[in-house]
Nanobody, 126 residues
């Protein structure tokens, strides 16, 4: 079972930036698509961004497109989420997740991912 550990969360003012990291254990990281999801208080978990196993393709929700950038370094078993122009609506716990099957396309549904990190809190104040 892979272990995913997120870091980089914190508190920022609106307009600020944060960079989240997710480090994965094991030797198969480069075979799996990875995703970022978030969950705000009282809301369901929602898709944020995803990247293919090779890193060649990326996908974003409409709410973060053009502000967030997902990337990965397979040599470091790490996926990143660069978040710019943050606003209070981005406040949530952010989770990274590994796709259920290797060499499969990323999906938008959390049910397609079977390994999850513990989450990192992002708080944006106005």
């Amino acid at each position: 079972q892979v272990q995913l550990v997120e870091s980089g969360g914190g508190s920022v003012q609106a307009g600020g930036s944060l960079r989240l990291s997710c480090a994965a254990s094991g030797r198969t990281f480069s075979s799996y698509a990875m995703g970022w999801f978030r969950q705000a208080p009282g809301k369901e978990r929602e898709f944020v961004a995803a990247v293919t196993w090779s890193g060649a393709e990326t996908y974003y929700s409409d709410s973060v497109k053009d502000r967030f950038t997902i990337s990965r370094e397979n040599a470091k078993n790490t996926v990143y989420l660069q978040m710019n122009s943050l606003n209070p609506e981005d406040t949530a716990v952010y989770y990274c997740a590994r796709k259920r099957a290797p060499y499969s396309n990323p999906g938008f549904r959390d049910t397609g991912y079977d390994s999850w990190g513990q989450g990192t809190q992002v708080t944006v104040s106005s």
